[in-house]
């Protein structure tokens, strides 16, 4: 006694199995189904894939991290004429800072009048930098 078999060949199981997962899709639940992997796959395929590049900075030293997240002078008095206008200050040298870092330097100095002068050239590039590029978004801009 036993059960006889439903299909006698692979080919003759396969082609029923085909066609009942056919008549499946075609129900409302089977249409709900599709439609939900579907979704998955498109998000997945055109979603947000990350960074390529890493943004952590935990190698960068701590007093670089500080000097960039500083904000601008922008209530100095040096930066706001250099922002006006180059043509009142004396360029003499300054060309060497457009080109970017690493810059030649001499030996450091500690004392307060090359602090001074080191906070004053800051605020003159700030200022200098923003004038000869105003389209840069989120950068102060003045108009007098």
């Known amino acids: 006694m036993g059960r006889s078999a439903k299909y ?13 997962q056919k008549e499946r899709r075609q129900t409302p639940h089977g249409k709900a ?4 992997q579907r979704q998955t ?51 003499t040298g300054l060309d060497l800072w457009d080109t970017g870092p690493p810059y030649p330097t001499g030996t450091p100095s500690d004392t307060p009048h090359e602090l001074r002068f080191t906070g004053r050239l800051e605020e003159v590039m700030h200022g200098r930098l923003n004038w000869m590029s105003p389209s840069m978004p989120g950068v102060l801009q003045m108009n007098s």
């Open 8 to 20: 006698f060949t692979n080919e003759e199981r396969v082609s029923v199995a085909k066609l009942k």
């Open 33 to 36: 189904l599709i439609r939900a």
């Open 41 to 91: 796959l498109y998000r997945k395929a055109h979603g947000r894939q990350g960074s390529s590049t890493s943004t952590s900075s935990h190698y960068l030293p701590r007093n670089l991290l500080a000097a960039a997240t500083t904000p601008l002078p922008e209530t100095s008095h040096l930066f706001r004429q250099a922002l006006r206008s180059t043509q009142l200050l004396d360029e």
